[in-house]
């Protein structure tokens, strides 16, 4: 990975600062092809999308283009360029309740590499608020154990892809797995990724109820040179074909519960 490691300093605000921001905008094209992705998969009437930890704001930049409205929540405005402060909400989204009394529409909610940041006992209410005014679809990923080789400490709740689907299965969304399976495989085939390979290799795409599965067929390898990081990707590839043919196997035994 090419991107250096924070060194912790006082708060997550502090830590991820303007300096650590700064090295993610040599990657504005993915960012832009990640933007364009989610526009195609989302619902064709989805307007409104939210950006949940949006940090260094490339991702929001991009969504602008995409979406006829575009919002963030981030706890630091460290990462805000001038022309986004009237996007971006700062929020503590360590609490219970991070969102408005009323928060306004949003059909498309994303958060990427933000949930590991948050103590274990947030994960819960964390997911409970990204679904709130339910959305249509949701973007999700997160570190899992050993991403980073033990380098960031600021990741402190990292777990496997499977603990998150659970959890948002509690709460009445599913695996959208031919979503989650076109996204991947063209953000693998793109070559836009290699240095920031987390977001193929973490990436969930979730809907309200339980989605229909047609395609079983996993996505491209993700290759490293680094033979740690392999093992790291091959083993988060091995889970997802799991949790894909759990739900196949669910979906089989249950055809009228897809939709």
Known sequence: MSITPPKPSGTLSDTYDAAFFEQHRQYRDTYEHLARLIREIAPSNAVAVLDVGCGHCLLLDALQRHFSSAAGIDGSSAGVPSHLRDKVALRDLTVTDWREASPPPCDVVVTLETAEHLAP???????????????????????????????????????????????????????????????????????????????????????????????????????????????IFDRDRLEFENIILKRALKNAANPRRQS
Request: glycine share 8%.
């Open 121 to 231: 006992d947030c994960a819960p209410h964390f997911v409970a608020q990204l679904l709130r005014g339910t959305p249509s679809m949701v973007f999700f990923s997160a570190a899992t154990p050993y991403q980073d080789c033990g380098q960031n400490p600021t990741h402190i709740h990292e777990q496997p892809l499977s603990y998150w689907v659970e959890l948002f299965e509690g709460s009445g969304y599913s695996l959208a797995v031919d979503e989650t399976i076109r996204m991947r495989t063209s953000m693998i085939t793109s070559g836009l990724y290699g240095s920031v390979g987390w977001y193929p290799k973490n990436i969930l795409v979730f809907v309200p109820g339980v989605a229909t599965i047609t395609n079983l067929t996993p996505p491209p390898h993700i290759l490293s040179s680094n033979p740690v990081f392999q093992l």
